[in-house]
Nanobody, 124 residues
Framework: EVQLVESGGGLVQAGGSLRLSCAAS????????IGWFRRAPGKEREGVSC????????YYVDSVKGRFTISSDNAEKTVYLQMNDLKPEDTAVYYC?????????????????WGQGTQVTVSS
């Protein structure tokens, strides 16, 4: 059974940090890219960052460049999203998802597997 389990969300003040984790199981981790997406109230789902487990190639949406860092521990089949200098506009439910490495992109519509999400709330 494929599972993606997010953890690490919470409430933090602006300027603070959180580290999200995405633990994967049930598929060949090295053959997939893992993406982090978020959905804020009243907004479309947005691709935040993604990483290819195969070669480490990364992507960041412009609004998080320089503040967020994605990394992958292939041995633990876990992808992390380190979020620094958080802003109120980062408030959203954050999801991780997996797509085969040959189809990876920041477009969420192509992703095969999704986690349940973790809430991140940044207070001003």
């Amino acid at each position: 059974e494929v599972q993606l389990v997010e953890s690490g969300g919470g409430l933090v003040q602006a300027g603070g940090s959180l580290r999200l984790s995405c633990a994967a199981s049930g598929f060949t981790f090295d053959d997939y890219a893992i993406g982090w997406f978020r959905r804020a109230p009243g907004k479309e789902r947005e691709g935040v960052s993604c990483i290819s487990s195969h070669d480490g190639t990364t992507y960041y949406v412009d609004s998080v460049k320089g503040r967020f860092t994605i990394s992958s521990d292939n041995a633990e089949k876990t992808v992390y999203l380190q979020m620094n200098d958080l802003k109120p506009e980062d408030t959203a439910v954050y999801y991780c998802a997996a797509v085969h490495k040959k189809r990876w992109s920041p477009d969420p519509s192509g992703y095969d597997y999704w986690g349940q999400g973790t809430q991140v709330t940044v207070s001003s």
